[in-house]
């Protein structure tokens, strides 16, 4: 395995002036970043395994040739027309908060930097929507719907750290999700700039029936069909209470079967979170009850009463009759206060190789899933932690959130077992009948899994990138299509 260092690319890196001067025509000079330092600082998005090469002072991909941040729509369409005219690949960059490399350049490309569209356009309390551009920080766009009495229910433990764009280009989930559904549930429309350069507009209505959503082209796409300007999403009230309840459950599947109860009963409590025994331990070890009922449950239901109330009392009596115990709420306060905090930094500063990984898989076939992938992994490697947890609950099954981190050791070691590790969990989710990717998305890291995953679907995506973007210039070689002149495997190139 071997990898281009930092320190080389800088010494050989050269910038193109003419395209420095071409974009800084549409965008502005102060908005077209050329430095070494500035266009580095693009390089990566949160993929943990290019945090961990650029950590050995190497790079996963490239740096890109340019970095453009235009304002508004009319200067995308420009800068996606002259990028057309060179013949120049771009990637749509929001904040970089994706972990599957989807924003990862691999030479040649520049990033556009979506950013300075930042705001709120328009609330709607009759038809209960915001409008809202692609580019406004996800915190900064809730802190402002919840002064005006709203939220948007989608709430991704990277709210913080990403856009209101991303969440659409990698079809995210909000930890809220069982409430307010996902960010494909919550969007009413949206604004797109094409290939080509043409604006393309999802009006926001309640819905329609006139052929296959062309908003779904958009919601999932990682910038590949089309560069997402603006969203219309579904808002509902501010919730007047949030209640927690931690529960406690003798065995795994009695959780398991708690949830699957609760969802098949038509409840739709706000946050259901069960934990395996490695992660409920973590966060009950000093918690007399767990030492007898050692799975860990927790829920929060939020709105107004009568609902809250009779919508929990409901689901404590499906979780009685399973042998679920309420218990002490400081797992709940604890994992409320930190519900935003990304645990990833902590290990990799300290050198050990921390990645997640989540799927999903239907309430049938998650025992034999969870069980086989976690032998899997501990047969790979002795030391290596797996701990899971299952959140964004469906009646028909569940998102199983996976932590798997390797102790340090040299690189050339560690990496072809992290890709082993991935190739276990991926192949034995589709053994199960499971979906590889539940909510970060594909990006570039689950490239050799998409013919598995779609079949004959990701032809029909392919063949649907060619017609709208036959020199593929946008975002190539992620989601499984075809990659662009620059192609490599990041795993093992």
């Not at 992620?478 to 662009?484: C, E, H, Q, T, V």
Request: proline share 6%; with cysteine.
């Amino acid at each position: 395995m071997t990898a281009t260092t930092i320190a080389a690319v800088r010494e050989t890196d050269r910038v193109d002036e003419s395209l420095v001067s071409a974009f800084g025509a549409i965008v502005g000079n102060d908005n077209v970043l050329a430095s070494f330092d500035q266009r580095l600082g693009y390089a990566r998005d949160r993929l943990p395994f290019a945090v961990f090469r650029e950590r050995a002072g190497t790079l996963a991909g490239a740096v890109p040739r340019l970095v453009v941040r235009p304002a508004n729509e009319d200067e995308i369409i420009r800068v996606v027309q002259l990028a057309r005219a060179r013949n120049t690949p771009i990637i749509p960059y929001g904040n970089g908060s994706g972990v599957l490399g989807g924003a990862i350049p691999l030479g040649g490309e520049i990033m556009l930097d979506t950013r300075r569209l930042d705001k709120i356009v328009s609330i709607n309390p009759t038809d209960a929507v915001v409008t809202v551009q692609a580019g406004m920080n996800g915190a900064e766009f809730e802190r402002q719907l919840n002064e005006a009495g709203y939220t948007c229910g989608h709430l991704p433990q990277s709210i913080e750290i990403s856009t209101v764009g991303g969440w659409l280009a990698c079809r995210g989930g909000g930890q809220a999700s069982s409430r307010y559904g996902k960010i494909e549930d919550i969007v009413a429309g949206l604004k797109a700039v094409l290939p080509d350069g043409t604006p393309l507009e999802v009006r926001p209505v309640a819905r329609r029936s006139v052929g296959p959503s062309i908003r779904d082209l958009m919601i999932g796409g990682e910038g590949a069909f089309g560069i997402i300007t603006e969203a219309t999403l579904r808002i509902w009230k501010k919730p007047e209470i949030e209640r927690g309840v931690v529960l406690a459950f003798p065995t795994q599947q009695a959780a398991w079967d708690c949830a699957r109860l609760i969802m098949q009963a038509e409840l739709r409590p706000a946050v259901v979170r069960l934990y395996d025994r490695v992660e409920s331990d973590e966060r009950t070890k000093d918690i007399a009850l767990f030492k007898t009922k050692p799975y860990l449950a927790m829920m929060m239901f939020s709105g107004s009463e009568p609902l809250v109330t009779v919508e929990q009392d409901m689901a404590l009596a499906i979780a009685k009759e399973l042998g679920g115990e309420i218990g002490p709420d400081a797992p709940f306060h604890h994992w409320k206060e930190n519900r935003y905090v990304a645990y990833s930094q902590k290990w990799h500063d300290a050198g050990y190789f921390n990645d997640t990984i989540e799927v999903t898989g239907n309430w049938s076939a998650i025992p034999a899933m969870y069980d086989a992938i976690g032998n899997a992994v501990r047969k790979i490697h002795p030391g290596v932690h797996f701990g899971a947890h299952w959140s964004h609950v469906y009646p028909e099954g569940a998102c199983q959130y996976m932590t798997i981190r390797l102790p340090p050791m040299a690189d050339e070691v560690a990496l072809p077992i992290h890709a082993r590790l991935w190739d276990a969990v991926q192949e034995l989710t589709l053994d199960h009948g499971g979906s590889i990717a539940h909510h970060h998305g594909a990006g570039l890291f689950r490239n050799p899994w998409m013919q598995r995953e779609l079949g004959a679907g990701l032809n029909v995506l392919q063949t649907i990138k060619d017609a709208l973007d036959p020199a593929n210039l946008l975002n190539p070689g992620k989601l499984g299509l075809r990659p662009g002149p620059n192609a490599k495997d990041i795993r093992r190139d």
